[in-house]
Nanobody
Framework: QVRLVESGGGLVQAGGSLRLSCAVS????????MGWFRQAPGKEREFVAG????????YYSDSVKGRFTISRDNTRNTVYLQMNSLKPEDTAVYYC?????????????????WGQGTQVTVSS
């Protein structure tokens, strides 16, 4: 059983920063590409960022490129999302997801495991 637990969400003012973490309970974390997705109220879930197995390749949606950074620590079974220069439109529930032997740029339906999500609210 693979379990993903997100943390680090909260309320922040526009222009501020937050760092999300996703701890993955699995024996072979380095076999999973990881992704961050988000879902705002009334909207479909969307891709935010992805990272490959080793962490050498990262991918971002246009809306967060240059502001967000995804990284992973394979010794700690954890993936991070550093979010800077936050905007009110970044308000959403953020989910991490794991894709076994993936690339980090797969579509949502290819991810095998999902966390429960963490709320990020950016006030104007």
């Amino acid at each position: 059983q693979v379990r993903l637990v997100e943390s680090g969400g909260g309320l922040v003012q526009a222009g501020g920063s937050l760092r999300l973490s996703c701890a993955v309970s699995v024996r072979t974390f380095s076999s999973y590409a990881m992704g961050w997705f988000r879902q705002a109220p009334g909207k479909e879930r969307e891709f935010v960022a992805g990272i490959n197995l080793s962490g050498s390749l990262t991918y971002y949606s246009d809306s967060v490129k240059g502001r967000f950074t995804i990284s992973r620590d394979n010794t700690r079974n954890t993936v991070y999302l550093q979010m800077n220069s936050l905007k009110p439109e970044d308000t959403a529930v953020y989910y991490c997801a794991a894709d076994i032997l993936g690339t980090g740029r797969a579509p949502e339906y290819e991810y095998d495991y999902w966390g429960q999500g963490t709320q990020v609210t950016v006030s104007s």
